[in-house]
């Protein structure tokens, strides 16, 4: 049994329809990176895993379980955290308490503390600013934050929206340097990404996305020598 | 001298009755950008509430409190979930026409089954007059100082120090992201409307000792002080629905021990409205960061 296991996912907004049919699938242990164009579905197809849209057609199976039918704050108990597009963190409280709300569901509250300095140790300017206002941290150190946070939901599948978005090179190679830690640590990754690049560099698999559909898929090396994935994602 | 100091234990009394009931406006605000107009009245029905479980049941003071903030809290939860959750994504004023009519409701159905006529409120506290220098203090001053000030102490704790005191901040700041944390957004807003709705009936014991006639229309008036209170300190901000309130409390005091009474409400609004023409976004408000 796969952990995540997507089939047949639509998604609609109103009359557009945003996904037409998506498979998916993700092992125990793997990082698995859904990259293609502005508009494709990326974030449709990540939120309609923690189920913050509802799907219009198809099943979602997480673990055996499925998710259709849930709530979003069920799915995060059963163990899929999501990164959000933006990193919404929540600017009107501190670094910390943004951290220990992200535990609210969880029933281990005797590991809290234990989760709260391996965090800290993941990112250690986090640390140094656990009292401050979120709204104040840079940009990088936000994106930290929401990667922490889903951290301390303690899950077993972790959902990641553009975590480079916005961010300056070197701060790209130290979060997707973490993203890899994080994972041979046991967590598995379905990483969303326009910097296909790196994307791949990082990712054992990879899907590619086009207006709803998944165009292609492959092992990740695989895909980064695809001359029409070259072409379109990694400027020839 | 002795003369303000004495006006200054009146504010206090006035104040800490509009600041349990301002708070209610604050928090449903801060998770719903919505103003409850129904609130007046939630405070109305808890003093109804109060004055059954003491004139009816005979209850002394503590229970009759316990007893009307739980009725009213329960009461808050099932308006919002029969009557604002199925709008949560209509249009503005669907929310606050629904707000305004389940107002109506309540004073209707007040009116409908305990009648037009007033309610003598039984005392529950022993009165007697402390004298410290030159200012009198009777006990049911000091009760409703002490009751209100212990309660919005164990608000400011709960909204600061806790976990759902922070989920209901983070629902504040945006509630999209809130499922991803594993809460439950529903929930956190019923349990808001519980606290502004016990709250309330707190307010409304405390009203109906110091004042004990109680009417179907109780709320009204006293409503609107509230929730300009509430504005004034700056909505959706915690202290500022308290600080307002005692701002509020302090301008009508004051206002009535040097003009005529019918001044008192004209003049003590007129000023809180031109603080907010300086001030829109009230004394401790920030201003809204658009979001979309
Ligand atoms: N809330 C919404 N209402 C209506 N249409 C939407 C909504 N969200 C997304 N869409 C549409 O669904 C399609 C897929 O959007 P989605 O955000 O999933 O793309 P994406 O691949 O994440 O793009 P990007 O790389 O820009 O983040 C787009 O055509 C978009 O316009
Ligand atoms: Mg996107």
């Known amino acids: 049994m796969s952990l995540l296991e997507v089939r047949g996912l639509r998604v609609h907004y109103g009359p557009i329809q945003a996904l037409h049919g998506i498979d998916l699938v993700v092992e125990e242990g793997e990082i698995v990176t859904l990259i293609g164009a502005n508009g494709a579905g990326k974030t449709t197809t990540l939120r309609a895993i923690s189920r913050l849209v509802p799907p219009s057609g198809g099943t979602i199976r997480f673990a055996g379980v499925d998710l259709t039918q849930l709530p979003p704050h069920q799915v995060v108990a059963l163990g899929v955290s999501h990164v959000p597009e933006g990193r919404g963190i929540f600017a009107n409280l501190t670094v910390l308490e943004n951290l220990l709300l992200a535990t609210y569901g969880r029933r281990d509250r005797a590991r809290v503390h234990q989760d709260l300095e391996r965090v800290f140790a993941l990112f250690p300017r986090l640390g140094e600013r656990k009292g401050q206002l979120a709204g104040t941290l840079s940009g990088g150190e936000q994106q930290m934050l929401a990667v922490g946070r889903a951290l301390m939901t303690r899950s077993r599948l972790m959902l990641l929206d553009e975590p480079s978005m916005g961010l300056a090179p070197v701060l790209v190679e130290e979060i997707f340097a973490t993203l890899a830690a994080i994972n041979r640590e046991g967590t598995t990754l379905l990483l969303v990404e326009q910097n296909a690049h790196q994307a791949l560099k990082l990712a054992h698999r990879g899907y590619v996305l086009e207006t709803g559909r998944i165009q292609t898929a492959g092992p990740a090396a695989a895909l980064a020598q695809d001359p029409q994935v070259r072409q379109a994602y990694l400027g020839g | 001298m002795p003369f303000v100091a004495q006006q200054m234990v009146n504010a206090l009394q006035l104040g800490s009755i509009y600041a349990l009931i301002a708070l209610g406006y604050t928090l449903v605000y801060g998770v719903l950008r919505l103003i409850n107009f129904a609130h007046g009245d939630i405070f109305m029905v808890g003093a109804f509430f109060s004055f059954f479980a003491a004139a ?236 979309v």
């Not at chain 2, 009816?56 to 229970?63: I, T, Y």
């Not at chain 2, 999209?176 to 944390?181: D, E, F, I, K």
């Not at chain 2, 009474?261 to 829109?280: C, K, N, V």
Request: proline share 6%; glycine share 10%.
């Open chain 2, 56 to 291: 009816v049941l005979g209850l002394p003071f503590l229970p009759t409190l316990l007893a009307s903030m739980a009725a009213t809290a329960l009461l808050g939860v099932m308006i919002e979930r029969l009557a604002y959750r199925p709008l949560r994504h209509a249009p503005r004023v669907s929310a606050v026409i629904t707000a305004l009519g389940v107002g109506l409701f309540l004073e209707h159905f007040t009116l409908a089954s305990v009648g037009a006529q007033p309610r003598l409120m039984p005392p529950l506290i022993a009165s007697a007059v402390y004298q410290a220098g030159p200012v009198r203090v009777t006990t049911v001053q000091l009760v409703i100082f002490l009751v209100a000030l212990l309660l919005m102490l164990i608000l400011d704790r709960f909204v600061n120090r806790t976990l759902t005191g922070m989920a209901m901040r983070a629902v504040s700041w945006d509630k999209s992201v809130v499922p991803l944390m594993g809460i439950s957004v529903d929930r956190i807003i019923a349990l808001t409307f519980a606290i502004g709705s016990g709250l309330a009936a707190a307010g409304g014991l405390l009203y109906a000792t110091a004042y004990p006639v109680i009417e179907p229309y109780m709320g009204v008036l006293v409503g609107w002080k509230a929730f300009v209170a509430a504005v004034v300190g700056g909505i959706g901000v915690i202290r500022g629905a308290m600080l307002g309130a005692f701002v509020l409390g302090g301008a009508e005091v004051l206002v009535a021990a040097f003009l005529p009474s019918t001044y008192r409400d004209f003049i003590a609004f007129g000023l809180l409205l031109l603080l907010l023409i300086f001030r829109p976004q009230g004394i401790l408000g920030r201003r809204e960061v658009q979001k």
